[in-house]
């Protein structure tokens, strides 16, 4: 334990040494990011001892020592550990247990007996929600100034793209207030950083995910009014500066940072983090991972790795060159229907809300990029002998020939025309379609964002992005399997869970991934409410799968 520490010249080479070895972990790296003013995540304070706690394994989680607070300043324990390391019967376990303060595991929430789906689901906000202003010195949380909802279970802190979704549930459960507040909160997060990032991590800092900004100022302003798009609109132009960073200056044919040029000019996005080495959270998966690729350059399969984590889908077939083979990953030779879909929504909302402001010539602007993404996305992301949407391959310069659920973005996002929007939704309606929900790709091999999983923000998006194109038939097909599956669960185990099983003998609660299955949980929470109002309103009580309504089987779906 270190208490009133005497700064001797021995010890002062200590502290020296320890910073050195501590900066040879960001080798590589976006030298001026970690340069800046923004705080440093565990693995670059800690350095070696970040490395030597994760490889012995002492937590079933990696992110468990990511969360951990130091109790001193962590040069001061870096040179601890240096000076202890080699000392004959050094404990690690005891150090870290002497020097660190764990996070606390949470409390299962057990629902009152006989609680309803929707009513169990209300009881939960205030479970999930927190107010973390201030945060220790050297800890890795960022605070936020106002409270917030987080999914549950190990992910004790907010993420991006999840909480569009939760939103939605708080505003059918008229948690305005909440809403306004978690706006606020990521427009403080494009002030202070210049970008939302991944969650409110220091070790989250280097990416963001898919940009949803611009509907959740979408959904305040359904209830709060155009004023809405005025009063966010610096905001909703820092988003899209980041996205679109050196899209000036990067050549045809080129890419830098989320931006891809093509050849003829064309501008696209990619998922991208500024950093190239293990995740903090997933340190020993992500080294481990890179082992089995000796033939590629280990930083790039981080900047893979990590470029997936930025997607929210990780991990997925989808970004694999072996659909079966995870250090196979290249996340950022694709330009995904997804991001470039809402990066469309991004450019049409600062039109909207330029034009608001009276500021004709941005609006102009930004209504003729959105034309531009839109023509870019339905030639280079559609794929006209299959009859979906796709991601792009930029290194083979073609459509990904992979369908997954992300192909409902572009009706989601209402950029598809009439025709593609219908040869979609049938070859979503052949291959996707399972007896629990929308799976979300049709390759299984043990990665969470592949099959036999669903997830419940891709339901949501089936559903609304069919709608926007008359297939009302089969929107309510997968609205109405997944909220049975989430409502069985239910019954049967009496919670919600992070995502699901909806193809197989044995629907529930999904698997996969790095980590064990999530309770909570946020974004479930939210899309379920929504259906629930959608298929089983709220003068109807909904307490068993036998009370959902449920539509004839289709064809594709027996």
Not at 389 to 412: E, G, R, S
Not at 468 to 488: D, P, S, T
């Amino acid at each position: 334990m270190i208490k009133n520490v005497v700064f001797t010249p021995a010890r002062l080479t200590l502290l020296l040494s320890a910073a050195l070895l501590s900066a040879s972990a960001v080798h590589a790296e976006d030298n001026s990011r970690m340069l800046s003013a923004q705080p440093q995540p565990p693995d670059v304070r800690l350095g070696p001892l970040f490395s030597a706690v994760q490889q012995a394994r002492f937590y079933p989680d990696q992110k468990t020592f990511a969360d951990a607070v130091p109790k001193y300043d962590p040069a001061s324990i870096l040179a601890d550990w240096q000076m202890q390391k080699n000392q004959r019967n050094f404990d690690l376990r005891r150090f870290v247990d002497t020097n660190f303060t764990l996070p606390k595991a949470q409390d299962k929430y057990v629902p009152p007996a006989g609680q309803s789906l929707r009513a169990h689901i209300n009881g939960l906000w205030p479970v999930l929600t927190r107010s973390t202003p201030t945060a220790s010195q050297y800890d890795s949380l960022l605070p936020l100034p106002k409270p917030y909802v987080v999914p549950g279970g190990r992910f004790r802190e907010v993420y991006y793209w999840d909480s569009y979704f939760t939103m939605l549930g708080l505003a059918e459960s008229g948690h305005w207030d909440r809403v306004q507040d978690m706006v606020d909160n990521f427009a403080s997060e494009l002030d202070k950083y210049g970008h939302i990032p991944n969650g409110n991590r220091s070790y989250y800092l280097s990416r963001s995910q898919p940009p949803f900004f611009s509907l959740m100022v979408d959904l305040l302003a359904s209830h709060k009014g155009d004023d809405v798009y005025r009063q966010y609109l610096p905001q909703l132009q820092k988003e899209y500066d980041y996205w679109m960073a050196d899209s000036d200056k990067v050549a045809a044919g080129q890419a830098s940072k989320r931006v891809v040029k093509l050849s003829d000019g064309t501008l696209l996005n990619r998922y991208w983090d500024d950093r190239d080495v293990p995740r903090t959270e997933s340190w020993l998966d992500d080294v481990n991972t890179a082992k089995k690729a000796p033939e590629r350059n280990k930083q790039q399969v981080y900047r893979d790795l990590r470029a997936g984590a930025a997607s929210g889908w990780d991990f997925s077939s989808r970004w694999f060159t072996d659909a079966h083979n995870l250090a196979s990953i290249r996340t950022t030779q694709l330009a995904p229907v997804d991001l470039n879909s809402l990066l469309f929504h991004l450019e049409q909302t600062l039109a909207k809300a330029a034009k608001l402001a009276k500021q004709n010539d941005k609006a102009q602007q930004f209504a003729a990029d959105a034309e531009k993404r839109q023509a870019a996305i339905n030639h280079y992301l559609w794929d006209d002998k299959q009859g979906w949407y796709a991601d792009y391959d930029v290194q083979k310069k073609q459509v990904h020939n992979q369908l997954t659920a992300a192909t409902l973005f572009p009706l989601y996002m209402q950029l598809a025309g009439d025709k593609q929007a219908e040869r979609t939704a049938a070859a979503v309606e052949k291959q996707l379609l399972k007896p629990g929900g929308l799976v979300t790709t049709t390759v299984n091999n043990g990665q969470q964002w592949d099959a036999p999983n669903g997830w419940a923000p891709l339901q949501w998006v089936a559903v609304e992005g069919l709608e926007h194109y008359k297939q009302n038939q089969l929107a309510q097909q997968i609205g109405q399997r997944f909220l049975q599956n989430v409502q069985h669960t239910y019954d049967r185990e009496h919670k919600l869970v992070e995502k699901y099983v909806v193809d197989g003998a044995q629907l529930g609660g999904g698997g996969g991934g790095e980590y064990p299955l999530q309770d909570g949980f946020g974004w479930t929470n939210g899309v379920t409410l929504k259906l629930l109002d959608k298929y089983c309103p709220k003068d109807k009580t909904c307490n068993s799968t036998r009370d959902i309504p449920s539509m004839p089987t289709l064809n594709a779906a027996k």
